[in-house]
T-cell receptor, first 108, second 112 residues
Framework: KNEVEQSPQNLTAQEGEFITINCSYSVGISALHWLQQHPGGGIVSLFMLSSGKKKHGRLIATINIQEKHSSLHITASHPRDSAVYIC??????????FGTGTRLTIIP | NAGVTQTPKFRILKIGQSMTLQCTQDMNHNYMYWYRQDPGMGLKLIYY???????DKGEVPNGYNVSRSTTEDFPLRLELAAPSQTSVYFC???????????FGSGTRLTVV
């Protein structure tokens, strides 16, 4: 079993829908990262969080340390949100362990 | 501010050839990383560095070498390229363990 599991693997939604992507992990962590990888391949860091909730524009990330679970939400989704969203956890040292990503497609 | 710059963007190597993937950052970050991304797999750490003169192995270091002579540069060397090294390689940097990462745009390498 991977230390970081994401669900769903693929998600297709209509423009405007509320999107939720989930990340579960099996080890104690010091921080969790959400990353976005666009079709061109570049990777952008969206959030780093160790507790609670963070918001940036239409993106919201939450984490429940006790349940070892994090969610990434996108409100009022748009076709430009189409990308692979990657969850990664840090276990107290410098190294991240990555999930395999959730491929999101938003249809106009 | 250029961030993290990787070169080349694409490369095709023949089996047994060698090459160096270049990575440079202009943010004065101490931490730098090399990852490879294979289809359907999460990014895997090859090597990392927490400062100039310091490097350490990640999860998948075999077949690679790195050096960190300056804060800015963290080249990845492939010796005797093998088809198993066909992948997309990403360099990243971070201000420290408690900070977010900045990624380069990636190098797509094919070994034939």
């Amino acid at each position: 079993k991977n230390e970081v599991e994401q669900s769903p693997q693929n998600l297709t939604a209509q423009e405007g829908e509320f999107i939720t992507i989930n990340c579960s992990y099996s080890v104690g962590i010091s921080a969790l990262h959400w990353l976005q990888q666009h079709p061109g391949g570049g990777i952008v860091s969206l959030f780093m969080l160790s507790s609670g909730k963070k918001k940036h524009g239409r993106l919201i990330a939450t984490i429940n340390i006790q349940e070892k679970h994090s969610s990434l939400h996108i409100t009022a989704s748009h076709p430009r949100d189409s990308a692979v969203y990657i969850c990664a956890v840090r276990k107290g040292n410098e190294k991240l362990t990555f999930g395999t990503g959730t491929r999101l497609t938003i249809i106009p | 501010n250029a961030g993290v710059t990787q070169t080349p963007k694409f490369r095709i190597l023949k089996i047994g050839q060698s090459m160096t993937l270049q990575c440079t950052q202009d943010m004065n970050h101490n931490y730098m990383y090399w990852y490879r991304q294979d289809p359907g797999m999460g990014l895997k750490l090859i090597y990392y560095s927490v400062g100039a003169g310091i490097t350490d192995k990640g999860e998948v270091p075999n077949g690679y070498n790195v050096s960190r002579s300056t804060t800015e540069d963290f080249p990845l060397r492939l010796e005797l390229a093998a088809p198993s090294q066909t992948s997309v390689y990403f360099c990243a940097s971070s201000q420290g363990a408690n900070y977010g990462y900045t990624f380069g745009s990636g190098t797509r390498l094919t070994v034939v």
